[in-house]
């Protein structure tokens, strides 16, 4: 929890980014997605996602998924894009933090997930393109790295603007 308010105090002082437009096919899903309305109270409900909003100006998304380690699997990527796309809209956000748990950030693909695919499918799967959201962000992204952030999870740490690596980070 310091570490997290300690983001949090760093996220206040951060200017939002103006990243280049998306032209890939997430441009259309930030095209269909209208402003949030900062008057209503929005949720943000995901199996393997937790949303908090700190303040009124940081949302710290935290990896949910501790029993595989945080691995990136489809339904984590889909909602991860979900939860930028939606994060970016929303007018009360102004930073947003990802982060994992203790033991691991994200140790990487799903395995037991990826055995159970064909090569077809696994070559069709859409967890990376699920994954390229966080580039098209235009607010800051702060990785908050504690455990293992292996593979993939390395990968999604570093497509994040600032990284911020605990002592036990590996």
Same mark, same amino acid.
């Given at each position: 929890?310091?570490a997290?308010?300690?983001?949090?105090?760093?996220?206040?002082?951060?200017?939002?980014?103006?990243?280049?437009?998306?032209?890939t096919?997430?441009?259309?899903?930030?095209?269909a997605?209208?402003s949030?309305?900062?008057?209503?109270?929005?949720?943000?409900?995901?199996?393997?996602?937790?949303v908090e909003?700190?303040?009124?100006? =940081?949302?710290?998304?935290?990896?949910?998924?501790?029993?595989?380690?945080?691995?990136?699997?489809?339904?984590?990527?889909?909602?991860?894009?979900?939860?930028?796309?939606?994060?970016?809209?929303?007018?009360r956000v102004h930073?947003? =933090?990802?982060t994992?748990n203790?033991?691991a950030?994200?140790? *990487?693909?799903?395995?037991?997930?990826? !055995?159970?695919?064909t090569?077809?499918q696994?070559?069709s799967?859409?967890?990376?393109?699920?994954?390229d !959201?966080i580039q098209?962000?235009?607010?800051?992204?702060?990785?908050?790295?504690?455990?293992?952030?292996? *593979? *993939? *999870?390395?990968? =999604?740490?570093?497509?994040?603007?600032?990284?911020?690596?605990g002592?036990?980070?590996?």
């Open positions: 929890m310091q997290t308010r300690r983001i949090s105090l760093i996220a206040g002082h951060i200017l939002p980014t103006q990243r280049d437009t998306p032209s096919s997430l441009e259309a899903s930030y095209a997605s209208s949030l309305d900062t008057k209503s109270e929005v949720e943000y409900k995901y199996n393997t996602l937790l909003i700190l303040g009124s100006k =940081v949302a710290v998304v935290t990896f949910n998924r501790p029993s595989q380690l945080n691995a990136l699997c489809y339904e984590l990527s889909k909602e991860l894009q979900d939860v930028f796309i939606r994060l970016d809209q929303d007018k930073c947003i =933090v990802l994992g203790q033991k950030f994200a140790a *990487g693909a799903d395995i037991k997930e990826m !055995a159970q695919n090569e077809t696994m070559r799967s859409s967890i990376v393109t699920n994954l !959201a098209f962000v235009k607010k800051p992204i702060i990785a908050a790295v504690c455990g293992f952030a292996l *593979g *993939g *999870g390395c990968e =999604v740490a570093m497509m994040c603007d600032i990284v911020i690596a002592e036990n980070a590996k």
